[in-house]
């Protein structure tokens, strides 16, 4: 809920509100202007704003309340998003940011009861991607400020810019609830990643931030959003900002990840690597081209850094991706193999990626505004970064971008020397690596699920046992994940940011036929267990009479068998997205 214009011509969001339950309504009041607030009604989901006290009597329910998120219409009616607690994690250029630690749905309508049995099934999965909706993390937002402009952009914003409303300033790209917020215009929510710190520079205080924006326009899990849409927007696509503040001094470093912009897809299958697919389409070349020219618009000069392996279905792609650049000779394209040249314990050898790119890097430069806010410098260009994931390896070679632009900006403003270098100040060196390791974490958790593997690279330098274990246990979490929970979280993800809208006069979305309209995997793998613990059973008792190896050759077979279904039927086994196609 937004406070009227301050005297200074600014906006502000209310950080406190209540919740009143009735009969037939919730109301929603700001706590420090209990007149300004609305209601939602409980059998229709109208929204009827109000200036005043509208003397309701006595609620059956008082809660407080930390921000509106958004309406959602389902089959049966409105439901209403509100943010339950909040935790302050630190401030953006000064002003507080929040992460939101829990959420509620809290149900409009009464037309339930009214609806088909089968309207009744489809609304209790609805529900139920509603439940993993509340359960979502990554989502920060301030009650002062927009969150979603880099520094760089904010400052060279038209003069009273930052004096609009805060929705109207956002960059709607980086803007989670935005599908949801339209009725409601409210707690702007943005996904991303922050992670901040205070240090000392040679006994003068700093702070470094890390705040990395998630494009929602292609937005979902691992396994199931890979590549580009046909619009040229592309999975796990993020921003990230570098913020150093010293001593008046405002620095900014911008570096960009995204999927390999082509149409592919690798879908689960229980294999632990399944196949990767290009799909062969008349637009691919177009697609290039419009996710580039866009990059460019934004951005500037363009620098696309390819970290996949050039061997097995990695190689495939990345070789189709370096013909596609070809087309595109404003843009500067490396393929760089950083499993065969960095190796498990080779971080330094980044360094040969980077003398590849310095020229560029250090042409593009970083941003800069001193105590007064005038512009020192400008970033004039950008480095796309990719893996497969867009995770680990991306991680670890933008934290060696980042590290070198830190060193670069902080003997420009006169902290270091010429021949010294972060990494010469322990402590600071220290904190700054583990913002890098804590933004990768929650980039990994919001995409795959599961922490980020190669953390040691980035905190060591070098891979180290216990590092290996825990990847290894990240893995094992991912393959689960992928297989058997990602399709319900691409389903919930794909209905808040309206790519799949509730039609309760269109066809079920979840009537599937034959094999896909029930979940296989229990029965099987109660077979194959049941089948091998038969099967050794009676192979130990082979030995007596004919009958029990004749059991023995019987349950081994069905075993096998059962094996062979699950195996060629892999992707049937697997939990999978019912509300939106791949593309």
């Not at 992460?99 to 088909?116: G, H, I, P, Q, Y």
């Not at 409303?165 to 215009?185: C, G, H, M, S, Y």
């Not at 830190?406 to 220290?430: D, P």
């Not at 979840?510 to 077979?527: R, V």
Request: a neutral charge; proline letters at 3%.
């Amino acid at each position: 809920m937004e406070a009227p214009a301050s005297s200074s011509g600014g906006f502000r969001l209310y950080d406190q509100l209540e919740l009143q339950e009735f009969q037939d309504k919730f109301v929603i009041r700001a706590v420090e202007s209990p007149d300004q607030g609305f209601s939602i009604g409980l059998r229709d989901g109208d929204v009827e704003p109000f200036d005043g006290d509208p003397c309701l009597g006595s609620p059956s329910k008082v809660s407080t309340i930390y921000g509106v998120v958004g309406t959602i219409r389902l089959l049966a009616g409105t439901y209403l998003l509100v943010i339950t607690s909040r935790k302050e994690i630190g401030s953006y250029l000064g002003f507080p940011v929040f992460r939101v630690m829990s959420m509620k749905f809290l149900s409009c309508n009464d037309a339930l009861r009214f609806s088909t049995s089968e309207e009744k099934r489809d609304e209790a999965y609805f529900m139920t991607l509603l439940k993993t909706v509340e359960s979502t993390v990554g989502l920060y937002y301030s009650y002062e400020t927009d969150i979603t402009l880099n520094l760089q952009r904010r400052c060279k914003l038209a003069e009273g810019w930052t004096s609009k409303p805060t929705w109207k300033q956002a960059d709607p790209r980086f803007v989670w609830n935005k599908n949801i917020i339209e009725e409601l215009i409210e707690c702007k929510l943005d996904r991303l990643s922050f992670q901040t710190a205070q240090l000392k520079l040679k006994k003068s205080p700093a702070t470094i931030t890390l705040i990395s924006r998630r494009c929602t326009r292609r937005l979902g899990t691992r396994m199931w959003r890979r590549g580009a849409n046909l619009e040229g927007d592309t999975a796990n696509f993020i921003e990230t900002e570098q913020l150093l503040e010293f001593e008046g001094f405002r620095t900014s470093f911008l570096q960009v990840r995204g999927s390999i912009p082509l149409l592919w897809e690798q879908i689960v299958d229980l294999s632990y690597k399944p196949q990767l697919r290009i799909i062969n389409h008349v637009q691919t070349a177009e697609v290039v081209e419009r996710h580039f020219h866009d990059l460019s618009q934004r951005y500037g000069e363009i620098v696309a850094v390819d970290l996949t392996d050039k061997h097995g279905d990695e190689g495939q792609l990345s070789r189709a991706y370096a013909n596609e650049m070809q087309n595109l000779p404003n843009v500067r394209y490396i393929s760089f193999d950083f499993h065969q040249i960095c190796g498990g314990s080779n971080f330094d050898n980044l360094q040969i990626l980077y003398d590849q790119i310095s020229d560029e890097f250090e042409n593009q430069g970083y941003f800069l505004v001193d105590a007064e806010g005038r512009i020192l410098e400008e970033q004039k260009g950008i480095i796309r970064s990719n893996c497969i994931d867009c995770l680990d390896r991306t991680n670890v070679t933008q934290n060696y971008f980042g590290r070198k632009s830190l060193n670069a900006q902080l003997q420009r403003i006169g902290v270091l020397s010429s021949t010294e270098c972060i990494s010469m100040f322990g402590e600071v060196y220290e904190i700054f690596k583990t913002l890098w390791v804590e933004q990768g974490d929650e980039i990994s958790l919001e995409y795959s699920g599961t922490h980020a593997l190669k953390r040691d690279l980035v905190k060591y330098g070098k891979q180290t046992i216990s590092g290996l274990i825990k990847d290894g246990m990240s893995a094992l979490s991912r393959y689960y994940l992928n297989n058997f929970q990602d399709g319900i979280r691409q389903d919930a993800i794909d209905l808040i940011s309206g790519h799949y809208t509730v039609n309760r006069n269109g066809p079920s979305p979840f009537q599937l036929n034959g094999f896909e309209s029930f979940s296989y995997l229990p029965i099987a793998s109660a077979l194959l267990v049941g089948g091998l613990t038969l099967a050794s059973f009676t192979l130990k008792q082979a030995g007596r009479n004919m009958h029990h190896c004749v059991s023995t050759v019987l349950w081994a077979g069905l075993t096998a068998g059962v094996m062979a279904v699950v195996k060629t039927n892999g992707r049937q086994f697997c939990s999978r997205p019912l509300l939106c196609r791949l593309l």
